[in-house]
Nanobody, 115 residues
Framework: QVQLVESGGGLVQPGGSLRLSCAASGNTLNVMGWYRQHPGKERELVATITRGGGIIYGGSVKGRFVISRDNAKNMVYLQMNSLKPEDTAVYYC???????????WGQGTQVTVSS
């Protein structure tokens, strides 16, 4: 059974930093990533990383966020720097597995950027 456990969300002041973590159980992970959803809006891409290290960032976070992964630990991380109020959203971890390319989603973690 696939399980995704996210951690690291919370309240931070503008300009601050947070680090999100997602631990995945299951078989061999393929693409891992982070998405976010603002109230009343569709979920949007934040960043994805392939097993080989190929990275894609959403336009609004380029230069501020860094995605990384640890294949040995089945973990994916999102280092968020220079946070802005518009980064406030629920952040979701998403993964798929080699041989089973269905998307699996975490439960979401709230990030609030406010003074």
């Amino acid at each position: 059974q696939v399980q995704l456990v996210e951690s690291g969300g919370g309240l931070v002041q503008p300009g601050g930093s947070l680090r999100l973590s997602c631990a995945a159980s299951g078989n061999t992970l393929n693409v891992m990533g982070w998405y976010r959803q603002h109230p009343g809006k569709e979920r949007e891409l934040v960043a994805t990383i392939t097993r080989g290290g190929g990275i894609i960032y959403g336009g609004s976070v380029k230069g501020r966020f860094v995605i990384s992964r640890d294949n040995a630990k089945n973990m994916v991380y999102l280092q968020m720097n220079s946070l802005k109020p518009e980064d406030t959203a629920v952040y979701y971890c998403k993964v798929d597995f080699i041989g089973d390319y269905r998307p699996y989603w975490g439960q979401g973690t709230q990030v609030t950027v406010s003074s």
